[in-house]
């Protein structure tokens, strides 16, 4: 699960491989900063993923609150580059990149950043993860936009979101599924690096 707000997609989790452990359950926590469009088309072509994006309207206090949060977050960051980004610095870029990391990096030249200290350093399946990262900006008792209890999940999110949606909240506005066009399809999922 990630989030947008002013054109930016934020997105967290256990990007770094290098850092990787437990099966991928646990590692640094990494966070990327993307243009949105850019982001989506990549979820779209390197996943092969179905987005759903849903609309939130926000006040100029909501605003403040979520950019306070951001920028709050982010004060914990310290730049981090991936593998073909430290390449491409070197000027010595492979043929292709089979991580993640660097294939968003090479997609939509995002900006990643890791966690210095706090609660997203470290990057575990079953409480610092994607959607808890989401939830820290957009749960809060003073924003008053979403209000889920009980076990937190993308499909809990999924779930609030869209009956929220259906009801005609006055909050979640919009919503669009993104799919793969048909020449959109990538046959080894790695993106090359030329």
Not at 106 to 111: G, V
Not at 138 to 151: A, C, P, W
């Amino acid at each position: 699960m990630d989030f947008s707000y002013q054109g930016q997609t934020y997105s967290y989790g256990a990007f770094d491989y290098h850092t990787s452990r437990l099966w991928g359950t646990v590692a640094d926590g990494v966070l990327i900063l993307a243009d949105r469009n850019k982001f989506l088309k990549h979820g779209n072509v390197f996943k092969e993923a179905v987005i759903v994006k849903y609309g939130l309207k926000l006040n100029a206090e909501q605003k403040s609150i979520i950019e306070s949060r951001i920028a709050e977050l982010l004060s914990r960051t310290k730049r981090f580059y991936s593998d073909a980004e430290l390449d491409e610095q070197k000027g010595q870029m492979a043929s292709n990149y089979d991580s993640y990391l660097a294939n968003v990096y090479l997609s939509t030249r995002a900006k990643t950043y890791k966690f210095t200290h706090g609660k997203f350093k470290t990057y575990f399946v079953m409480s610092t993860n994607c959607v808890n990262l989401a939830s820290y900006v957009l749960q809060m008792k003073n924003l008053d936009v979403i209000n889920i209890k009980g076990l937190i999940t993308p499909g809990t999110y999924l779930n609030y979101l869209n009956n929220e949606y259906l009801s005609h909240s006055k909050i979640v506005v919009s919503r669009y599924v993104y799919g793969l066009e048909p020449n959109e399809k990538l046959s080894n999922k790695t993106v090359s690096a030329n």
